[in-house]
């Protein structure tokens, strides 16, 4: 059994995950955003590497369908519908809408995973369900990789935490004796051991964290660190996030 964790998706190439399972996160605050996207009745989710691309998708689309959503530099992208907020998702907003999204760090991690099968989004607000739907492909294919979106092409330590923290569900105990880790699994566990198993605790201690507070997106801290809040675990399937009961 073989758990492989890659701190940022810098570097990782196709064939690393090709037909493997890997569990996304990028708790600040990309699929954070859109668990509660989906969960409060979006369609999908689009991800776009750059703002042009966005545009350029929406314009595709539907145009009372569709909201773009993203930011650059925690702030909501000018001209654009939504930031990157969980708290803007409310089902008034986002019931029935195609969301194209394009985040600083959070939509080129899943946009990097789009080889592996299958290519799970987690988040602390759906950590249970996503912890189980991993073990499931975990058990299957007898490896997983947990792909961190980081920060600004660099490692981050609230994503690095969670990591741990998927980790070890998937690994309880004594099992890591005979499971395969590479080191930067390793180090997500040692997160864990330094932290503990208060979210909170390690996600403000976080860069992100700090900078989200002194951006004055604290609520948004709150919200992706509460627990149990969905029970849903969206999928990444030709370029779409969505939930694998919708089309």
């Given at each position: ?83 990157n907020s969980p708290g803007e998702m409310t089902a008034d907003v986002v019931r029935g809408k195609t969301l194209v999204m394009t985040t ?55 994503d690095a935490y969670a990591a741990g923290r998927f980790a070890q569900e998937l690994i309880p105990g004594q099992q890591r004796r005979s ?69």
């Amino acid at each position: 059994m073989k758990i492989t964790v890659f701190f940022t998706p810098l570097g990782l190439k196709p064939q690393d995950i090709a037909g493997t399972p890997v569990l996304v996160i990028d708790v600040l605050r990309t699929t954070t955003t859109i668990v509660a996207a989906l969960a409060n009745g979006a369609r999908c989710v689009v991800p776009a590497a750059t703002a042009e691309d966005a545009l350029r998708l929406a314009q595709s689309l539907e145009k009372d369908a569709v909201l773009l959503c993203g930011e650059r530099k925690m702030e909501r992208i000018p001209g654009f519908a939504l930031g990157n907020s969980p708290g803007e998702m409310t089902a008034d907003v986002v019931r029935g809408k195609t969301l194209v999204m394009t985040t600083t760090n959070g939509t080129a991690a899943i946009a990097a995973a789009e080889h592996g099968q299958p290519v799970l989004i987690g988040a602390i607000t759906n950590f249970s369900a996503a912890a189980a739907a991993a073990r499931r492909a975990f058990e299957e294919h007898g490896e997983l990789t947990i792909l961190c979106s980081g920060r600004e092409r660099s490692f981050a330590l609230e994503d690095a935490y969670a990591a741990g923290r998927f980790a070890q569900e998937l690994i309880p105990g004594q099992q890591r004796r005979s499971a395969e880790l590479n080191d930067a699994a390793i180090a997500a566990l040692e997160l864990v051991r330094r932290y503990g198993d208060k979210w909170k605790r390690a996600i403000s201690a976080s860069a992100a964290g700090h900078a989200l507070k002194a951006a004055g997106f604290r609520k948004d801290i709150l919200a992706a660190t509460e627990t149990e809040v969905h029970a849903i675990v969206p999928h990444y399937v030709d370029r779409l996030v969505t939930l694998p009961d919708r089309s």
